[in-house]
């Protein structure tokens, strides 16, 4: 299993970023994709999931409303849009592959990308 997750960098508060998260190596269609953060001191957090067969989604109460999470089928990959961003949303974005649904928890997720670093300055 591969993940190349990219689109992370320096955004200032309100503007967007869009994460993505391309993934091969398994049978999309028997797999959640979650996207989980990390800021500094602190744990790991879910942020939003999507079941890849039916598009089902479900988000963390902190980015519902600002962040979109969806699929692309002919690439193969999974996006994280994030808008509306503020300085509480800086941290490392991971996506994650599983088959659980729904899955908030880390461990219910068996791989992982390398993250990507998003820092929003105030």
């Known amino acids: 299993v591969q993940f190349v997750e990219s689109g992370g960098g320096l955004v200032q508060t309100g503007g967007s970023l869009r994460l993505s998260c391309e993934v091969s190596?398994?049978?999309?269609?028997?797999?959640?994709i979650g996207w989980f953060r990390q800021a500094p001191g602190k744990e790991r957090e879910f942020v939003a999931t999507?079941?890849?067969?039916?598009?089902?989604?479900i988000y963390a109460d902190s980015v519902k409303g600002r962040f979109i999470i969806f699929r692309d089928s002919d690439k193969i990959a999974v996006y994280l849009q994030m808008n509306s961003l503020k300085p509480e949303d800086t941290a490392v974005y991971y996506c994650?592959?599983?088959?659980?649904?729904?899955?908030?928890?880390?461990?219910?997720?068996?791989?992982w990308g390398q993250g990507t670093q998003v820092t929003v300055s105030s």
């Open positions: 994650a592959a599983g088959h659980l649904y729904p899955a908030a928890l880390a461990g219910q997720y068996e791989y």
């Open positions: 999507i079941r890849w067969s039916g598009g089902d989604t």
């Open positions: 190596g398994f049978n999309f269609d028997d797999y959640v």
